[in-house]
């Protein structure tokens, strides 16, 4: 079911348009209504390096009967690489691919990069009840060294790992202040599994 297409006329509406107070898409070339389970996203983000993969993998078996947890680097492909628009295209396929999810009834988990001001703008926020952000953050000493000891392949060099931490202090910093805000977790001393058990339990707080 993809929600951007009319079930009547078949219109791709790549802006869709919501009935205020209802979850159901109104097309805006034909007029039909189609209700739609509009439930809330919940976003895992936070800096490479401070254990949003390993959450992602520990999560599975912990929120397994509740969610569908889905890890954003799947999508990192080469047509969704184009840095236009802040990765309009990127962003933008993972809001419309967690909102399908949605309609099996169950709520997704994204666990990658992204934060408030890069989903919230989006012509397809409004097929979301909410989007809650829980960053993972460390300490900039912990942070640095754990991106120096990442294979070779991942390239990670000195200004990129400079810019990690800078954005880490910054999601550290502006977490409170964000529309909406976001929580923060420490994972500086936390094993993965504390880690894991501590972010299925704001998932299940969040969700009620």
């Known amino acids: 079911m993809n929600l951007l297409i009319c079930a ?28 739609f389970l509009r439930l809330p ?7 490479s390096g401070t254990g949003k993969s390993t959450v992602a993998a520990l999560l599975l078996e912990r929120l397994r ?4 947890v889905l890890e954003q680097d799947l999508l990192w492909v080469d047509g969704l690489r184009d840095p236009a628009d802040d990765y309009r295209a990127f962003r933008g396929t993972w809001l419309r691919l967690a ?24 012509p397809e926020r409004v097929l979301f009840d909410r989007i809650h952000y829980l960053a993972l953050v460390s300490e900039p000493e912990v942070l640095a060294a754990r991106l120096r000891a990442r294979p070779a392949w991942r390239e ?3 200004e990129r790992i400079a810019e990690t931490v800078d954005f880490n202090e910054w999601v550290r ?16 001393t936390a094993p993965p599994e504390h880690t894991a058990d501590a972010v299925a339990e704001w998932v299940a707080k969040t969700l009620g």
Do not use: I, K, Y
Request: hydrophobic share 40%; proline share 13%; aromatic share 2%.
């Open 8 to 35: 009547a006329c078949g219109v791709r509406n790549d802006e869709p348009v919501v009935v205020p107070d209802a979850p159901v898409l109104a097309c805006p070339h034909c007029g039909h209504r189609q209700p």
């Open 65 to 68: 009967d509740r969610c569908v």
């Open 41 to 47: 996203l919940l976003c895992v983000t936070g800096p």
């Open 99 to 122: 909102a399908m999810v949605h309609q099996s009834g169950r709520p997704a988990v994204l666990c990658g990069t992204v934060m408030p001001p890069e989903f919230e703008r989006l």
């Open 156 to 158: 990670w060099n000195e």
């Open 173 to 188: 910093g502006g977490a409170a202040t964000m529309d909406p805000p976001v929580a923060l977790l420490d994972t500086t």
